[in-house]
């Protein structure tokens, strides 16, 4: 399964119309994705068939929120949620980096069913292990995560470890650098079979749809 990151609309068509399997609509690549504009969403949910996940993000650096961005959260959640999006990404913590229990479950029930993913605000967490089985307590149904390190490749071997341990409870969806010329060292290594690429290449600014069917398993 291949997820492309996209942080704005022509990488989300490029990776729309390739062989990857769904995208992560957001924006602000530079912080790591915030969520996106609404029209733009609707515009692609209506041109293509994919499914898109949406990230619910109203600022970047911590993963600590305020009481009124959390109320953004729930409204957009609630926006997206009646405007068809496919899935959501969000994920919340404490003050002190553990997993907020009560906010997550909260827009985990606003979500009314469909699928949640947790994303790498877990590798911020002080225990990776203790936050995957919190996620799987409150419902969620995948985490995006490099292994609690700055990359995939540097966090290999937790990701092994959550892969084996893991997956048959909650997806793993190996992210972090993830480009084709890495995903087969990832995927021999973690036995994993869920990853999450942006395909943007060095000096770049979009997905480039050649680097996107050369993903492993994902040519056309």
Same mark, same amino acid.
């Given at each position: ?33 915030? /969520?996106?504009? =609404? &029209?733009? $969403? ?9 499914? +898109? ?9 911590? !993963? $600590?929120?305020? #009481? ?7 409204? &957009? ?8 999006? #496919?899935? !959501?990404? !969000?994920? +919340?913590?404490? %003050?002190? %980096?553990?997993? #907020?229990? %009560?906010?997550? @479950?909260?827009? +985990? ?12 605000? +877990?590798?911020? /967490?002080?225990?990776? $292990?203790?936050? /995957?089985?919190?996620? =799987? ?7 995006? *995560?490099?292994?609690? @390190? ?5 966090? @290999? ?14 997806? =793993? ?19 994993? *079979? ?9 000096? %770049?600014?979009?997905?480039?749809? #050649?680097?996107?069917? @050369? ?6």
């Amino acid at each position: 399964m291949l997820e492309i990151a996209s942080f704005e609309i022509t990488s989300a068509e490029i990776a729309l119309q390739s062989s990857a399997d769904r995208i992560e609509l957001c924006t602000n690549g530079k912080v790591g994705g915030l /969520t996106p504009n =609404i &029209d733009e $969403f609707r515009y692609l949910k209506e041109k293509y068939t994919k499914p +898109i996940h949406v990230m619910i993000r109203p600022s970047g650096g911590s !993963f $600590f929120y305020s #009481d009124l961005e959390f109320l953004q959260m729930q409204k &957009d959640l609630k926006e997206f949620r009646n405007a068809g999006a #496919d899935a !959501f990404v !969000f994920g +919340i913590l404490t %003050e002190n %980096e553990k997993v #907020d229990l %009560e906010r997550n @479950k909260i827009l +985990i029930d606003l979500a009314e069913g469909k699928p949640c993913v947790f994303h790498r605000a +877990i590798d911020r /967490t002080p225990n990776i $292990f203790e936050a /995957t089985e919190q996620l =799987i307590a409150l419902g969620f149904s995948e985490t995006l *995560t490099s292994g609690g @390190k700055n990359s995939a490749v540097e966090g @290999k071997d937790t990701l092994k470890k959550l892969v084996a341990d893991y997956s048959h409870q909650l997806h =793993i969806l190996i992210s972090g650098g993830v480009r084709s010329g890495n995903i087969t060292e990832l995927k021999n290594h973690t036995l994993g *079979t869920r990853f999450h690429s942006s395909a943007i290449l060095p000096y %770049e600014y979009f997905a480039n749809a #050649d680097e996107i069917k @050369k993903h492993i398993g994902f040519s056309s």
